[in-house]
């Protein structure tokens, strides 16, 4: 067979698996379909797929369908974080800014906190720690990756709560919003490199001067514009930030940061959404599979990933009840947030993706991490769809 048509082999199993798994096992409650097709990738990465049947995992996987795969995961994953950036609603997060910043800070700061413990621990083990990276930096990335809220799938699980244009639903947008902010500027930290530090900075001067200058071009634009001009700008920053060493998906971010959500539609913006998850971001979750290692075998690996686990929960779920007590929510208020904002798979994902690629963290911390974010977003509904229906009960007798 030529490439194409084992191109074509790889697209039919990256479309067609995950969406059996999800239809027909009626995962939607436990594991929405992006779960799903996380999970896939996992499984037909080269720890479980490629160890069962290392032949056909060569064939169909070979280095030429893989840099055809990548391709395409580059620009899907550059979308879906371009619209998280845009989506972010700073000036409700300024309008309620002492709540805003008492929560977000408390949600961020305290799994941040217990990451960094598990790092600490996992810094005396060979086999984590990535051949560039500082010790500082493996601490504070794992952290962070502890700390993650991944807004755009926040987003989708609110929808099917129901919670999503509700009060309650708001305000977690605007925690989300602001972690997610302080989480990329954390990345950015983590990524300076100092044999290129006059580039960088050239990179963060040059993208202030060409904001001011895309902010009067948008403003003008007819909203039909605004799209295609939308991706001509993400293509530039993504370029410029990984031209300058702090990778292109901290451009695709900052491209959609500086972005105001009232320019475009947002039912279209919302379909985008879901078009880019439909299309290409199946193509991501595979090769992210791809990438994912066992080498320091499975059990530590799975030992990593539930300590990882119990950090980024306790550590949010403390965070956001202290936040609770101080700012003087209802009781019950707190856990719902608390589990809400615990759901991290895709951002995470991406997260530790720049990572690894940076040498941050080994394959095998990348494996721990993954399966982190899997548990605790499969986590999410089930912890707080019952908590809901408790609650609206007793809004509903109350009344």
Request: proline share 3%; charged share 15%; glycine share 10%.
């Amino acid at each position: 067979m030529n490439t194409t048509e084992i191109f074509l082999i790889a697209m039919l199993l990256i479309f067609s698996v995950p969406y059996l798994i999800w239809r027909l096992g009626k995962t939607d409650y436990y594991a929405p379909l992006v779960v799903v097709q996380i999970i896939t990738g996992i499984l037909m990465g080269p720890g479980v797929l490629g160890a069962m049947f290392p032949a056909y995992y060569q064939f169909v996987f070979n280095p030429a369908v893989i840099q055809s795969l990548n391709g395409i995961a580059w620009w899907a994953v550059m979308l879906f974080v371009m619209i998280a950036g845009i989506e972010l609603d700073l000036f409700k997060a300024w309008q309620y800014r002492r709540e805003s910043g008492v929560t977000a800070g408390l949600a961020l700061g305290l799994p941040l906190i217990f990451g960094s413990c598990v790092a600490l621990g996992l810094l005396r083990f060979d086999g984590w720690v990535g051949p560039q990276a500082l010790e500082w930096q493996f601490v504070m990335g794992i952290g962070m990756a502890c700390a993650v809220t991944a807004l755009p799938i926040l987003i989708l699980l609110m929808e099917k709560l129901g919670i999503l244009r509700q009060p309650l639903g708001q305000r977690i947008l605007r925690y989300a919003s602001l972690d997610d902010i302080a989480i990329w500027g954390i990345l950015a930290v983590i990524l300076l490199d100092w044999h290129r530090v006059g580039r960088q900075f050239g990179f963060l001067i040059g993208f202030a001067i060409a904001t001011v200058l895309y902010r009067r071009l948008m403003e003008r634009l007819e909203e039909r514009d605004r799209w295609y001009v939308a991706l001509i700008w993400l293509a530039a920053c993504a370029f410029g930030a990984d031209w300058a060493g702090l990778h292109f998906m901290v451009g695709a971010f900052l491209a959609g940061a500086v972005m105001d959500a009232h320019w475009f539609n947002q039912e279209k913006m919302d379909e985008l959404r879901h078009h880019v998850l439909l299309v290409v971001m199946p193509v991501f979750f595979l090769s992210t599979g791809l990438r994912t290692n066992w080498n320091v075998g499975g059990v530590a690996v799975f030992v990593a990933a539930a300590a990882l686990l119990v950090a980024s929960v306790a550590g949010k779920l403390a965070g956001i009840h202290l936040a609770g007590k101080v700012l003087g929510w209802k009781a019950g208020e707190a856990t719902i947030v608390g589990w809400l904002l615990q759901t991290k798979a895709l951002i995470m994902i991406i997260f530790v993706n720049i990572l690894l690629d940076k040498g941050i963290i080994t394959s095998e911390a990348f494996t721990a991490m993954l399966l982190m974010a899997v548990a605790s977003t499969m986590l999410t509904v089930p912890m707080v769809h019952p908590r809901l229906a408790r609650a609206r009960e007793l809004l509903a007798k109350s009344g």
